[in-house]
């Protein structure tokens, strides 16, 4: 065994270095050939993975699969994998795998697995063969139930106490205080990803840079970074969370273990010292300091990344934002923010969170303040088409999607619509690297090459980003596109919100789940729902071509997004801020009132 393993290093070394990767594949093969070697295959598959060199991992699951039957979740990282570089199955294979995990993923299955290898919920999230009644709830609650248990269980005592203090004085408060409420709320955001870009970091950089009213509300922002920074480490989030701190109006706690780390940021006090107790990172440590700010309600801005801290549940009211377009599953998360078209009344059971409705978005872009003055009145030039790799003589179907959020449903009515229209292309962005963007593009291309559109009709932009300038520069090429088309499966999110800016028209087909809702809700928002989101397939490629091959139809579709942006409450910011307080006011009246979280909506008439 111990030879085997070090045949097989010296042959993944090879093959890293592009070394003879023919040779090192078939001396692989050659080890595993034998019966019960199948476990070699998967590790194999699994390392392959890791590496992204995706050809390989596909072909060592094939013959692990072969030689013995995958357990569920094996299969759930193969399929992931697979649909991650845009290798889908269709028509009754796609069936026979849902089915398979219907009949696989039971309940039993899944309690039986340790908490070391619990299903990945984002992973889960992007497998597009899992039936979301079925499956995204079950996943997500046990994981978020294990995740408890974990750290409620391994809690040191120093921190039970603390916590137990803590909570007897918040339950004494609570019953003592008479509505309506005449203090501030202490609101807390909670995020590891303040460096790299929250999810609707332009929405959050307003609520956090002075949106907030206040005379009602004090604004602390958690920011959990494990590693200190270096000098060069500056740019657009230090500049930005620089100005917050000297601006006063937030608290900024920076949670690090190196003491030299606090270089833009307040430091943390503790009123007891527990560095023999656990990190400041730890979730025990940023729970803690959060008890210590008596913070009210906090705002989980990341999702499942921070989720041991909110399991310890270190304010009375815990709110899930702009993470991720799906249920936490954990019930120490009070409440999930969305809008009726988002969730509408029929999916309220794909959440554990009770939920509050918004009376228009549940997100919305503070892009006025972004984009100063009226935007992008003026057409594109040919230069810009130039510039992108576009031809400014033909029909542009686009989708800014990340490749993996492309499902094969929607592609191949995209192939469709292209048939059907000879003068269009098809122009995607690539926003990833190295081996995993060329299988994707491989896979795109092959298959639509198979369904009869040659390769020099899809076109592969390149990702764009990272300061203000170059941020603007993405928005305003989305003007470039004659007619956007939304995936099915995992649709546009902020990206939606910047074509929408830009003038651009986006079709959609939202479908069982939030994150196929979010584009629809935007449209409808903005008034075009009766032009913009349908409810088939067959109508998704009919309305298309309508409005592509219909110039009048698509100026005046065009014309009426760039009317309505400038009122919608899509990008009514200032009204948003007062409707998001409301629902932090209304969170906290019903947590005095009854100790508990409540569904609820909020209403136009709630800020006049």
Known sequence: IIIIIIIIIIIIKLILKRQSIGFGVTCLNLLITEKGKSDIAIKLAKVFLQLKIFEQAFHFWKIGNEQYQLKPLEMTAWHEAEISVCKWKFGQQAKNITRYYIREFTSDYLKSLSFTSAPDPIMIMR?????????????????????????????????????????????????????????????????????????????????????????????????????????????????????????????????????????????????????????????????????????????????????????????????????????????????????????????????????????????????????????????????????????????????????????????????????RVPNSVLWLLDFSIGADANTSRKNILEFAFQAGISNDRIIFGKSIGGNQKANYAHVRRSALATLFLDSFFYGMGSTAMNILWAGSPILTMPGETLFSRMAASFITNLGLAEDLVVSSEREYEERAIQIITNKQKLLQIKEKIRKNRIHSPLFDYLNYTRYFEKSFKLAWENYIQFGRAQNFDVTINDIN
């Not at 210590?292 to 990344?305: A, C, E, S, W």
């Not at 509408?344 to 939920?355: A, D, G, R």
């Not at 057409?379 to 088409?385: G, Q």
């Open 127 to 419: 497998n597009q063969y899992l039936d979301p009644s079925s499956h995204h709830l079950l996943i997500l609650k046990l994981w978020a139930d294990k995740v408890a248990q974990i750290s409620r269980k391994n809690a040191p005592e120093t921190f039970k106490k603390f916590y137990e203090k803590i909570k007897l004085e918040r339950e004494s408060e609570r019953l003592s205080t008479q509505l309506p409420i005449k203090r501030k709320l202490r609101i807390g955001y909670l995020s590891s990803d303040f460096d790299k870009g929250v999810p609707n970091l332009p929405l959050v950089q307003h609520l956090l840079y002075g949106g907030h009213t206040i005379t009602e509300f004090e604004t602390y922002v958690y920011f959990i970074r494990p590693h200190k920074y270096s000098n060069e480490e500056v740019g657009f989030p230090y500049i930005l969370w620089r100005s917050m701190i000297e601006s006063k109006v937030v608290k900024f706690r920076l949670l690090n273990n190196e003491k030299d780390a606090t270089l833009y940021f307040e430091n943390v006090d503790f009123s007891v010292d527990f560095k023999d107790n656990y990190q400041l990172t730890s979730e025990y440590g940023v729970a803690h300091v959060i008890m210590q700010d008596k913070i009210d309600i906090l705002v989980d801005l990341n999702m499942h990344t921070l989720t041991e801290v909110l399991a310890l549940k270190p304010a009375p009211i815990s709110i899930s934002w702009v993470g991720r377009p799906v249920t936490t599953g954990a019930s120490y998360i009070d409440y999930f923010i969305t809008d009726v078209v988002m969730t509408p009344p029929h999916l309220s059971h794909l959440f554990t969170e009770k939920l509050i409705r918004m009376p228009n978005c549940a997100w919305i872009a503070p892009h006025k303040v972004l984009y100063r003055g009226i935007p992008f009145e003026d057409e594109p030039t040919k230069e810009e088409f130039d510039q992108q790799g576009l031809p400014n003589d033909k029909i542009i179907l686009a989708n800014f999607n990340q490749l993996w959020k492309i499902d094969g449903r929607a592609f191949k009515t995209w192939i469709r619509i292209m048939r």
